[in-house]
């Protein structure tokens, strides 16, 4: 029987009417394999993957090779973004043998959960060079029957392999000028000068180094580092990866120069990328970044938040085209013919405008909406005008599917982002959005010890404890919180948060940082990855909040974990920069102090809020702000910090060394880099 009903995962619920026998990840299915002596299939995907469904259409939903896998195997289905910690260590495997991974991700183990076969999508039967998956079942089927002892040896040497790859820390050290000139080095050599981003397709948002790039230009002064941020950022912006009508960005583009972009909506990447533009915007004041922030948080609320107040995962590539046919990319692609039959006359205008052909850049004479670089003037009211009657007639095609968990960590992101951008352009709603979303977090994901729920839905708690980026994104939001309300309770909540991440999940000889808690479920290997991908790693994001936490509060053990957990970026940085992003602005912000700046004033006077939009708006790397009445005990900045002269006061240390107290705003402006 199909034991996903029930489960809170609207992926494994996509599968919960196959014919497959599908378990979740429990030790239950593993007894079960023991038992009827058979191995385990173990697929991984999410519900935005397109190829996931694909395979799920063509083979778990056939009758017979349902039948073929229940008869011959105990399968599980694992939805990665509930589990990171068993797709991070399967796919290690994967990538080990095969030199590739990716989803969805087949893997064949034995009953003590070792692989021994691998694989990602499998057609149903033999094309492209690749095997059917009915004959990769016969093949491991027979392996398993016939020839156990070799299975049984490939398994323990996988096992040993993954097992002796616990990785070495790299450094003792922080890294310093050089390792960090060293990365911006690197990243110019692979920098696309002609696009904007970094190598070749597929082209995904680089929002980490974007950040890193922003924050060494405002230490150092680098005209090159801000010309490749914001140049990218233009690109991205201007391109199909850019949801042009409704804001927004999709997962990545499949060709180098961001026009069709894999349909997908990711809440990571536009929390990450919210914040960059906002970030952006904050350095340069351009009207370009201004608009993708907002039009970003805007998409984010409307259409990502749930009833509960949390953010959902993601929207998928696929829906209705119309015909009853899924099809990637019919929400958003058009033809000449339906630009004229929204817009009639000025459908042609648009068409250049929006750079749609009667050729196409998408499949089957269909455009992406772009906006390529163009000669010549449009009308800024009639463009505006278009853009909403265009949307207004997309919002009646049938739209993709949501997937509607709650991700602790994306939600910490998406906390940060709307906390920021909120408060950057005097938008209150989405500040408390923020607010709502952490609440959320807290009511749900934490339990009273403080421990974090990976994933809810609908309001109810998954059963996957927090893995180490869920406690450090939800910190980073909790800080950028505490920044912008001047509340203390948001403080307090990060600082239980990295409590946990120095308990359990802190080497306590080498401060390496592993992605499971040492209480949580053994699995063959406990994973441990410094390397950014699409968001944060673990690693560098709670170094980034660690070193955050001690800036507000003093705190010795946290920013000597911070420093500690830094010394992979040193190793990692001048290599391999574009997958150490954050880990990078984390040790920019370490360069530069962090600056530390505590803004006292009561709530109701004018130039508290002037003193604190400036301290929020100062570009110093990873600056920590504190706002409240002279007196308070809310925040731990504020203390001893009087008012000058009966007036509103902004305080601004770093190093254990503080520039005299101002009441001028341009001031501050200047000491914190704006």
Not at 75 to 101: H, L, N, W
Not at 164 to 183: I, Q, S
Not at 409 to 421: D, H, I, P, Q, S
Not at 536 to 557: C, I, V
Request: proline share 6%; with cysteine.
């Amino acid at each position: 029987m199909n034991r996903l009903a029930g489960v809170t995962s609207p992926y494994l619920l996509q599968h919960a009417d196959n014919p497959v026998h599908w378990w979740p990840w429990e030790p239950e299915a593993f007894e079960e394999a023991r038992r009827r002596d058979v191995p385990v299939l173990l697929s991984v995907g999410y519900s935005a993957c397109h190829w996931c469904h694909v395979m799920a259409h063509e083979s778990f939903e056939d009758e017979a090779t349902a039948a073929y896998l229940n008869e011959h195997f105990v399968s599980i289905k694992v939805d990665r973004e509930e589990r990171p910690d068993v797709d991070a260590v399967y796919m290690e495997a994967v990538q080990a043998a095969t030199g590739q991974g990716g989803w969805p991700m087949t893997v064949f183990l034995t009953p003590e959960a070792e692989p021994f076969y691998f694989g990602t999508y499998f057609p149903p039967a033999p094309r492209h060079g690749m095997p059917g998956f009915r004959q990769v079942l016969e093949g491991v089927h027979g392996a398993w029957s016939e020839r156990r002892d070799e299975v049984a040896e490939v398994a323990e040497k996988i096992a040993r392999d993954l097992a002796g790859r616990e990785m070495g820390f790299g450094d003792d050290r922080v890294p310093g000028e050089e390792e960090l000139a060293g990365a911006l080095l690197g990243l110019t050599r692979e920098y696309d000068a002609t696009r904007g981003g970094f190598g070749g397709a597929p082209k995904f948002p680089p929002s980490m180094v974007v950040e890193f790039l922003l924050r060494h230009h405002a230490r150092t002064g680098s005209e090159g580092a801000l010309q490749m941020a914001r140049d990218t950022c233009e690109r991205m912006a201007r391109g199909g990866i850019y949801d042009q009508l409704g804001g927004g960005f999709a997962r990545y583009s499949v060709d180098r120069e961001w026009v069709v972009p894999h349909f997908e909506k990711m809440l990571y990447d536009n929390a990450l990328l919210c914040r960059v533009y906002a970030h952006l915007w904050r350095a340069t004041g351009s009207e370009l970044a201004r608009r993708v922030a907002l039009e970003t948080a805007d998409f984010m609320v409307r259409e990502l938040r749930t009833a509960e107040g949390g953010f959902a995962s993601a929207l998928d590539a696929d829906s209705d085209d119309g015909s009853g046919r899924h099809v990637e990319g019919a929400y958003y692609v058009w033809t000449p013919a339906q630009l004229r039959e929204v817009l009639g006359d000025d459908a042609g205008l648009a068409a250049r405008y929006f750079g749609v052909t009667e050729e196409g850049t998408f499949e089957e004479g269909s455009s992406v909406l772009q906006l390529p670089q163009q000669e010549g003037v449009f009308d800024g009211e009639k463009m505006a005008a278009a853009r909403r009657l265009l949307l207004a007639a997309r919002s009646e095609r049938p739209a993709p599917g949501r997937d509607d968990k709650v991700v602790a960590a994306w939600n910490g992101l998406a906390v940060a982002a709307l906390a920021e951008t909120g408060a950057y352009f005097d938008r209150p709603d989405l500040v408390e959005a923020a607010i709502g979303a952490a609440d959320l977090l807290v009511r749900l994901h934490m339990d009273d010890r403080a421990r974090l729920t990976r994933t809810s839905r609908d309001g109810r708690a998954g059963a996957n404890a927090g893995v180490l980026e869920d406690y450090a994104d939800v910190a980073e939001g909790f800080l950028a919180l505490a920044s912008v309300t001047g509340e203390g309770v948001w403080l307090e909540f990060a600082g239980f948060l990295l409590d946990h991440v120095l308990a359990q999940f802190t080497d306590p000889e080498s401060g390496a940082l592993y992605d499971t808690a040492s209480d949580a479920e053994q699995l063959i290997r406990r994973p441990q990855d410094p390397t950014d991908n699409a968001t944060p790693s673990g690693w560098n994001a709670a170094a980034g909040a660690l070193l955050s936490y001690a800036a507000h509060t003093g705190s010795e053990p946290h920013r000597a974990a911070a420093e500690r957990a830094l010394g992979v970026v040193k190793a990692l940085g001048p290599r391999a920069p574009r997958f150490v992003g954050w880990g990078l602005a984390v040790a920019e912000a370490l360069l530069d102090g962090p600056r530390e700046v505590a803004v006292v004033g009561p709530a109701d006077h004018s130039m508290t809020g002037t003193l604190h939009r400036t301290a929020l708006l100062g570009t110093a790397p990873g600056a920590v702000v504190a706002v409240g009445d002279a007196g308070s005990d809310e925040l731990p900045l504020l203390a001893d910090r009087p008012l000058v002269d009966g007036e509103p006061a902004a305080y601004v240390c770093r190093n254990f060394t503080c520039d005299a107290p101002t009441t001028d705003p341009d001031r501050l402006r200047t000491a914190l880099g704006g």
